[in-house]
C-alpha cells in the first residue's frame, strides 16, 4: 500500500498522520509540549522540544508503516502561523518560539495604526495589524532589546526552524511567508517597505518558496532519526489555517470553513486577492493561484474551558459535555441573555488586544443553563460577524464546513447552523491541516491530478440543517449582538488601564 505522511505543526502539539491515498487514516501521533506565559503578554515555546515532537512523531508512524510494508510516498507539512524566532550567526536560536498569542509588541502595532502605515501594509501584505505579526514582534525587539536585535543573522517561524535541522537550508512557504506581515501578495515577493519599517533586509529572511516546493537528500544520520530512506520527498505545505480548508473540501466558491479548537476561524477561498476596506480580514496565499480570505478569532473553546475551571470547582469539575447537556435546557437566545466572548482580548472582528469578555442583559431570572447556553451561542456569533464581512468583500457563502473540537457536539454544531442560517456539513475525517498537508503533497508529488481535491477530503459526512425558527431569533440577536459589541469596543483599553494600574 502507498502512503503519505501529514505533520501539522500546531500551537501546543505537533500531530504527524499517515495517510493512504485515499485520505484514510492509517496511523497517527499526537506529541505535546508546554506554551510558557509566565511573564504578561507573552506566549512562548521552546523549538528544540517541538522539533523533537516531529522527529518522534514520523519515527512512530514510519515504523507502523514499516512494519505493515506499507511504502510511504512523502511527508508534507504543516505549521501555525505568525511564529519568530531569532537566530544568530552560528544558526544558534536567541530566543523561544514566540507565537502568534505573544502580545507584547502592542505598542509596536498601535504606531503603526496611528501613523497610517497599518492599513497601507495591509493592502499589499493582506495581514491585518496586530500584535500576533512577526513584523511588529521584530519591531519590539529592535526597541526593546537592541542588542538582541543586533545578533540576528536571520529572523525564522518554526516550520523554517525544522526544515533548517532536516535540511541545513532557511527556508519559507508563501503561505507562511503571507502570515509575517512583511510579504506582497501583488508581487510575492518581500516588502521593501516592510522590511524598512522592521529594520532589517531580505538577507536575514527565509529563502521565499512555492508551497508544493520539494525537498530532499538530508543525511544519512537524520534518515535514521526518522525512520526514513533519504530519498523520501519532503514537501514544505502551507500554513495550517489555509490547509484546513484543503482538509475539509471547503475550496470551491462559497464554500466557508469554520474551525472552533482552542482558538477559532472562518475562512474561505478565492481565486485573486481579496481585501476589507477596514482592514479586518487577513488574506494569506494558500498555493499557486488560490489566496484564503477569513479571520482568527481568540476566544474559542478556550472560553468554554474557563467556564469549566472557574464555575465548577467546589465539588467537581463538569465535563464538556455536561455543561453543554446544561446548556442545552435554555432556549435559543439564552432568554435574552448575550455574552460577548473577548476574555484573551481579540482578533477578528475586532482587532483589540485589549478587548475584555461580559455578559449583557444578566437578570435574577437567567439559570446557570442560561449563562452557558449564551457562552456558547457568543462564541459563535463572534464568527458569525467575521463571515458578514468576508460576504461584503467575497460574495455569499453557500455552505459551511466545520472542523475542530467542537464539531464533536451535535448541540453546538446545530447552533453554528442556525446562526449562520446555512447547512453546515462536519466530516468524520478529523485529521484537518494534517490531511490537508497531505492532499497538497499528494499533488506536489503528481499523484493527484487537481489541488482541490474534495473527494479526498469530502467522505464520510454528517450533514446539520438550519432550523428557520431559530434562524430568525439569531438573526435579531446578531443585530443587537454586534451593535452592543460596538459600543463597548471603544472602553475596552479604559478597563484594560484599570485592571493593569490596580490589579498586575
Not at 499589499?124 to 537592541?146: A, D, Q, S, V, Y
Not at 472582528?349 to 446557570?368: C, E, K, M, Y
Not at 460576504?391 to 451535535?410: C, D, L, M
Amino acid at each position: 500500500m502507498q502512503a503519505i505522511i501529514g505533520v501539522d505543526i500546531g500551537t501546543t502539539s505537533t500531530k504527524v498522520v499517515l495517510f493512504d491515498l485515499k485520505g484514510t487514516v492509517l496511523a497517527n501521533q499526537n506529541n505535546g509540549y508546554p506554551l510558557h506565559q509566565d511573564q504578561p503578554s507573552y506566549a512562548q515555546e521552546n523549538p528544540e522540544q517541538i522539533f523533537a515532537a516531529v522527529v518522534t512523531g514520523i519515527k512512530k508512524v514510519m515504523q507502523i508503516a514499516k512494519q505493515k510494508s506499507w511504502k510511504v510516498l512523502g511527508v508534507s507539512f504543516s505549521a501555525a502561523m505568525h511564529s519568530l524566532i531569532l537566530i544568530d550567526g552560528q544558526d544558534k536560536p536567541l530566543t523561544q518560539v514566540i507565537t502568534w498569542a505573544d502580545n507584547r509588541s502592542e505598542k509596536q502595532s498601535a504606531e503603526l495604526r496611528e501613523n497610517g502605515l497599518a492599513q497601507a501594509l495591509y493592502f499589499k501584505t493582506g495581514t491585518p495589524n496586530h500584535p500576533m505579526t512577526p513584523l511588529t514582534k521584530i519591531m519590539w525587539f529592535r526597541e526593546e532589546r537592541p542588542q538582541l536585535f543586533a545578533k540576528t543573522a536571520k529572523f525564522i517561524g518554526i516550520k523554517d526552524y525544522i526544515f533548517f535541522k532536516l535540511f541545513g537550508a532557511y527556508v519559507i512557504d508563501e503561505g507562511l511567508a503571507s502570515a509575517t506581515g512583511m510579504f506582497n501578495i501583488q508581487t510575492m515577493a518581500w516588502d521593501a517597505q516592510a522590511l524598512a519599517i522592521a529594520g532589517i533586509t531580505t538577507n536575514q529572511l527565509p529563502k521565499l518558496v512555492s508551497t508544493e516546493t520539494q525537498f530532499s537528500g538530508m543525511s544519512a544520520t537524520m534518515a535514521a532519526q526518522l525512520n526514513l530512506d533519504t530519498d523520501v520527498p519532503f514537501i514544505i505545505g502551507s500554513s495550517d489555517g489555509a490547509l484546513a480548508n484543503l482538509g475539509v473540501g471547503a475550496t470551491n466558491s462559497g464554500q466557508l470553513a469554520v474551525s472552533i479548537g482552542t482558538s477559532g476561524a472562518v475562512r474561505l477561498v478565492v481565486d485573486h486577492p481579496v481585501f476589507d476596506p477596514a482592514g479586518k480580514l487577513f488574506c494569506y496565499v494558500l498555493g499557486k493561484d488560490q489566496w484564503l480570505v477569513g479571520g482568527p478569532v481568540n476566544n474559542g473553546g478556550i472560553v468554554l474551558q474557563w467556564v469549566q475551571e472557574q464555575w465548577f470547582t467546589k465539588d467537581r469539575q463538569s465535563s464538556y459535555v455536561e455543561l453543554i447537556k446544561l446548556a442545552a435546557k435554555s432556549v435559543p437566545g439564552a432568554h435574552g441573555l448575550i455574552f460577548l466572548p473577548y476574555l484573551g482580548g481579540e482578533r477578528a472582528p475586532i482587532w483589540n488586544a485589549d478587548a475584555r469578555g461580559s455578559f449583557v442583559g444578566l437578570t435574577r431570572q437567567h439559570t446557570q443553563a442560561d449563562m452557558i447556553r449564551a457562552v456558547l451561542e457568543g462564541i459563535v456569533l463572534n464568527l458569525c460577524e467575521v463571515t458578514q464581512m468576508i460576504e461584503r468583500v467575497a460574495g455569499p457563502i453557500a455552505n459551511v464546513k466545520a472542523t475542530g473540537g467542537f464539531s464533536q457536539s451535535a448541540f453546538w454544531v446545530q447552533i453554528l447552523a442556525d446562526c449562520f442560517n446555512q447547512t453546515v456539513t462536519v466530516s468524520k475525517k478529523s485529521a484537518g491541516s494534517a490531511l490537508g498537508t497531505a492532499i497538497m503533497g499528494l499533488h506536489s508529488l503528481e499523484i493527484v491530478p487537481k489541488l482541490a481535491l474534495n473527494e479526498l477530503a469530502s467522505t464520510d459526512q454528517q450533514k446539520w440543517q438550519a432550523n428557520p425558527q431559530n434562524a430568525e431569533c439569531y438573526q435579531d440577536l446578531m443585530k443587537l449582538w454586534a451593535q452592543i459589541s460596538e459600543i463597548l469596543e471603544p472602553e475596552y483599553h479604559k478597563i484594560a488601564d484599570f485592571q493593569s494600574r490596580y490589579f498586575k
